[in-house]
T-cell receptor, first 114, second 111 residues
């Protein structure tokens, strides 16, 4: 089955700096790659996603890049703010987004230092 | 997106008992799923809840332990049967159309 590796496990950045979280996946059949933000005591919240027919997607301060050849995708957050502090999970699936369950990475605890 | 609610939000149960968790979506979704998240850990897919038929379970999860129902396009239940302390976890349901959205989770503690 699919295996998703996520790094780093903890990331501390100064407010206003950029943060980058990286994931790799094992199954070349995976075609959908979402990113979730989870705050303490809450369920994961979808923040951005990318499908395998696209190399990059941006939404305001958040961007995701996908390298299908390397089986690698990354989350980029620019101009970080204190409210960005949370645990971020990458995931992968073969169902194009809606049809299959997700395989998650182990998560990155992002800490924004004031 | 869809708004997903779960009941109960948390519970403390005795070993050997069972708990049924309800998941309600505010609009029709194509698929519904159940995940487990142990404290401080990642999410693991338990099963896909199929409308009107038996759920599809992932490796390591069985129907006798985690029976699932999905009677319609907006509602599903997960039962954790014959609980042991190892079942202490957060159980999350999700619904999907083109993207997958999660409920707030049910925090289960088994004594």
């Amino acid at each position: 089955g699919e295996n998703v590796e996520q790094h780093p496990s903890t990331l501390s950045v100064q407010e206003g700096d950029s943060a980058v979280i990286k994931c790799t996946y094992s199954d070349s059949a995976s075609n959908y790659f979402p990113w979730y933000k989870q705050e303490l005591g809450k369920g994961p919240q979808l923040i951005i996603d990318i499908r395998s027919n696209v190399g990059e997607k941006k939404d305001q301060r958040i961007a995701v890049t996908l390298n299908k050849t390397a089986k690698h995708f990354s989350l980029h957050i620019t101009e970080t703010q204190p409210e960005d502090s949370a645990v971020y999970f990458c995931a992968a699936s073969m169902g194009g987004g809606g049809a299959d369950g997700l395989t998650f990475g182990k998560g990155t605890h992002l800490i924004i230092q004031p | 997106s869809a708004v997903i609610s779960q009941k109960p939000s948390r519970d403390i149960c005795q070993r050997g008992t069972s708990l049924t968790i309800q998941c309600q979506v505010d609009s029709q979704v194509t698929m519904m799923f159940w995940y487990r998240q142990q404290p401080g850990q990642s999410l693991t897919l338990i099963a896909t809840a199929n409308q009107g038929s038996e759920a599809t379970y992932e490796s390591g999860f069985v129907i006798d332990k985690f029976p699932i129902s999905r009677p319609n396009l907006t509602f599903s239940t997960l039962t954790v049967s014959n609980m042991s302390p190892e079942d202490s976890s957060i159980y999350l349901c999700s619904g999907s159309r083109a993207e997958q959205f999660f409920g707030p989770g049910t925090r289960l503690t088994v004594l």
